[in-house]
């Protein structure tokens, strides 16, 4: 296993949510983190909350420009690339009767297209340091929820990609895999269904007895699976999920 500390680590995405939580688990155990997002504000919170060990860049990863200045930051900030924690996002549901083109597009690129051009720029930084890619999934790609065809297709997508990835990378010692997480309170959640904090909580909390382990997730619990996988050197094409047990489908009463 690779040590974190030490690590250079880039997450996209990485003002809230999952993105903030691996950041801050990382650079917890000595990582130098780059957290890359288009909120200046929020970014700032995150990177004042981690200290000096983490470095910010405002910028969209669906914009070649951005990606590289996140990409060079990130070798700037910690001498290199260890990993890149694809991470950032966005959810698009509807009814397949009701779906925009325009909006599938949109999502795609957001979920799919942009990760895969960031990962191929940072291929050469990242084989310097036998260094790794993760892919956040989604455990929309384990249970059915009516609506969310846009938002699962792209998670889908992204599972595909880690193990084509993972062959394709293998021979220059880049390892490629993807956590898949459960029901965790995330501002991408909470956007999709126009919920405020207490709204949120409070339906994330009804979903508790769908989890075979009886409660939602944390960011952080998503991270140590996301650490693992970056630190694993003889695993690659990995999906992981980290669920609770939700895509199990059992119900608690």
């Known amino acids: 296993m690779k040590e974190i500390s030490g690590m250079s680590v880039?997450?996209?995405?990485?003002?809230?949510?999952?993105?903030?939580?691996?950041?801050?688990?990382?650079?917890?155990?000595?990582?130098?983190?780059?957290i890359a997002g288009r909120r200046e504000d929020r970014l700032e919170e995150v990177r004042a909350e981690i200290g000096d060990a983490c470095c910010a860049v405002?910028?969209?990863?669906?914009?070649?420009?951005?990606?590289?200045?996140?990409?060079a930051a990130a070798e700037a900030h910690g001498g290199g690339l260890d990993a890149l924690i694809s991470n950032a996002g966005n959810m698009y549901r509807g009814a397949i009767t009701e779906l925009s083109e325009g909006a599938l597009i949109d999502i795609f690129n957001s979920n799919v297209?942009?990760?895969?051009?960031?990962?191929?720029?940072?291929?050469?930084?990242?084989?310097?340091?036998?260094?790794?890619?993760?892919?956040?999934?989604?455990?929309?790609?384990?249970?059915?929820?009516?609506?969310?065809?846009?938002?699962?297709?792209?998670?889908?997508?992204?599972?595909?990609?880690?193990?084509?990835?993972?062959?394709?990378?293998?021979s220059c010692g880049v390892r490629v895999n993807c956590v898949v997480p459960g029901a965790v309170l995330t501002e991408i959640y909470q956007r999709a269904g126009y919920l405020d904090d207490q709204q949120a909580s409070a339906r994330l909390a009804a979903m508790s007895g769908e989890h075979a382990?009886?409660?939602?997730?944390?960011a952080g619990e998503i991270a140590e699976a996301m650490a693992y996988l970056v630190?694993?050197?003889?695993?690659?094409g990995a999906i992981l999920d980290v669920d609770g047990g939700l895509g199990l489908g059992v119900t608690h009463a």
């Open 213 to 218: 382990l009886g409660r939602i997730g944390s």
């Open 231 to 236: 630190c694993a050197e003889w695993t690659t």
């Open 58 to 71: 405002v910028g969209d990863v669906t914009v070649d420009t951005d990606r590289r200045r996140m990409l």
């Open 113 to 170: 297209v942009a990760g895969m051009m960031l990962t191929g720029l940072a291929v050469p930084l990242l084989e310097r340091r036998r260094g790794a890619v993760l892919f956040v999934g989604s455990v929309h790609t384990r249970r059915a929820f009516p609506g969310a065809s846009p938002y699962a297709a792209t998670k889908g997508a992204l599972e595909t990609l880690t193990r084509v990835l993972a062959a394709e990378l293998g």
């Open 10 to 34: 880039l997450v996209t995405g990485g003002s809230s949510g999952i993105g903030a939580g691996a950041a801050r688990h990382f650079a917890e155990r000595g990582a130098r983190v780059t």
